[in-house]
């Protein structure tokens, strides 16, 4: 009998055994145990000497990327440049630049800035600073000797076509960073505005600018939020509320934290556009921008048209650390009015998650179907669908990728740049331009204002490499080089209404709207 009970005993204490075993979670501190070890031993007995502020950063930066493709570490560096970012400005000269030939080659001087103050102009290349030669200078060098305190003052040797080099005193300024990119008429009644971050003073700058476009006689508006990847969630709503004149949700968020849950209600009365309205959308588009667009898709207050968003529905929210540094963890998830979560999965783990294929995928498996404020059909799950799918035009998007355009060297830049005096000459201002390329047939060789036989004979006497069939883009190519002569004389927002006139998206936005 003892013997028998001795062995039910044994039963049930394996039985116990392995039901703790099963339901056992091992103390996910004894692995800080095992990263304690594992840095004395790379300390004591590694070959060579390692940098172990760095090395730790990158067992931070992997911790964070095991959560979500959204929550980060940010070092103390890159703490400053995001604070720029979204604060909307630093200290420095004020210029958009690119390497070129090994020069610090000006794009364009930012208007107001010390630099365009003191007449520096497109296509001019630095090739000193304060006396020392800046060829072949690292990007995080020209930072360094371009930005510093306001008031300070620097010495640049500019080398301009057709004149011998000159020193420029430049005094250092607050430089703005602005989210606004673009902002233009495109014809009597329609307005674009271009918007490329979600930054602290975006609302404010398009407030202003649809005053200037409103004088300018704006009826109707196209907002291009195209490769804009988010920034505040603020941002996104104000500026949807800016178009919204009920009581509506614009976005909720779910998330653990009781501060985490909260819904974004319009104001009624906050300043209340009631013109019609296209947004434009495409795989870059994420993040507040997809805020913008599906609010406005689910309230039925506009239209969106191009291509599926990306699909960031994940809310972050940012602690500084200790040491100066930052750590961004998402807190939430983000849902649009119709109750549309917008997050793609991330199951697959980074590399598949910014696969550009996976991202252009317009037919994932977890879509679902929600309802707009009048009843129309959208879809969550990944991505905001567009009630227009426009693609780019595939003969453009050849012309992207193509050598010509990609080549380091810049040749449509540097060949603007190398003739820009024929336009200047020719036509009044950019709107004069962009009436004549508008009003003529491209595909005609008479109708085309540059010509093709001189670009070639310009591209072999740089020695540069060009497509076989370059003469079939050559519609594209002239449209880009008469975009990039108005950005170096009449500026940034005529840059962009030039090259509109290769945008097929623009164009339908443009066509959807004269129907309204």
Request: proline share 2%; hydrophobic share 35%.
């Amino acid at each position: 009998m003892r013997k028998i009970k001795y062995i039910y005993i044994v039963i049930i204490s394996v039985i116990v055994l392995i039901a703790f075993k099963e339901n056992f979670q091992p103390d996910p501190f004894q692995k800080l145990k095992t990263l304690t070890q594992v840095i004395r031993l790379v300390q004591e007995g590694y070959f060579e000497d390692i940098d172990m502020t760095k090395a730790l950063e990158g067992a931070i930066r992997g911790f964070l990327e095991e959560l979500d493709p959204h929550s980060k570490y940010i070092s103390n560096d890159e703490l400053e440049v995001v604070t720029e970012q979204m604060e909307g400005k630093f200290e420095g000269i004020g210029i958009e630049y690119s390497m070129l030939d090994g020069y610090i080659t000006v794009i364009s001087p930012i208007p107001g800035t010390p630099s365009d103050k003191a007449g520096i102009q497109s296509g001019d290349k630095i090739i000193e600073i304060n006396s020392k030669s800046a060829y072949k200078i690292k990007t995080e060098d020209v930072i360094k000797k371009l930005r510093g305190e306001k008031g300070s003052s620097v010495i640049v040797k500019i080398l301009r076509e057709g004149k011998e080099p000159f020193d420029v005193t430049l005094i250092r300024d607050q430089i703005p960073i602005t989210s606004i990119i673009a902002s233009y008429m495109l014809n009597n009644e329609i307005g674009y505005v271009k918007i490329n971050r979600f930054a602290n003073n975006t609302v404010e700058e398009l407030k202003n600018e649809l005053i200037n476009l409103e004088q300018n006689g704006m009826q109707k508006i196209i907002l291009d939020l195209r490769n804009n990847g988010g920034g505040l969630l603020d941002q996104a709503v104000e500026m949807v509320d800016m178009f919204i004149n009920t009581f509506d949700t614009i976005v909720y968020t779910k998330g653990k934290l009781r501060n985490a849950n909260d819904v974004f209600y319009a104001r009624n009365g906050f300043y209340d556009i009631d013109y019609p309205l296209a947004i434009i959308i495409n795989n870059g588009s994420a993040s507040a921008s997809e805020i913008v667009a599906g609010a406005i898709q689910d309230l039925d207050r506009g239209l969106i048209i191009g291509e599926r968003s990306f699909g960031k529905g994940l809310v972050q929210r940012q602690y500084s650390l200790e040491d100066g540094s930052a750590a961004r963890i998402t807190v939430a998830q983000y849902f649009t009015p119709s109750g549309r979560l917008i997050q793609r999965s991330y199951d697959g783990g980074l590399g598949e998650y910014y696969n550009e294929e996976a991202i252009e995928d317009t037919s994932l498996t977890n879509k679902t179907l929600h309802y707009t404020k009048q009843g129309r059909v959208v879809y969550g799950g990944g991505g905001i669908w567009p009630d227009h799918e426009i693609k780019l035009d595939e003969e453009y998007i050849k012309y992207l990728n193509s050598k010509i355009r990609l080549n380091a060297k810049r040749p449509i830049f540097s060949y603007a740049n190398f003739i820009k005096k024929k336009i200047k000459d020719t036509f009044v201002n950019a709107d004069d331009l962009y009436q004549k390329i508008l009003s003529s047939n491209q595909l005609e060789t008479d109708s085309h204002i540059l010509n093709y036989a001189e670009f070639v004979q310009w591209l072999e006497s740089e020695d540069i490499d060009f497509d076989k069939d370059l003469n079939s883009m050559w519609y594209y190519i002239e449209i880009d080089i008469l975009s990039e002569i108005a950005n170096a004389i009449w500026g940034k927002d005529s840059n962009y209404k030039i090259k509109s006139l290769i945008d097929n998206q623009i164009i339908k936005s443009i066509e959807f709207l004269i129907d309204k």
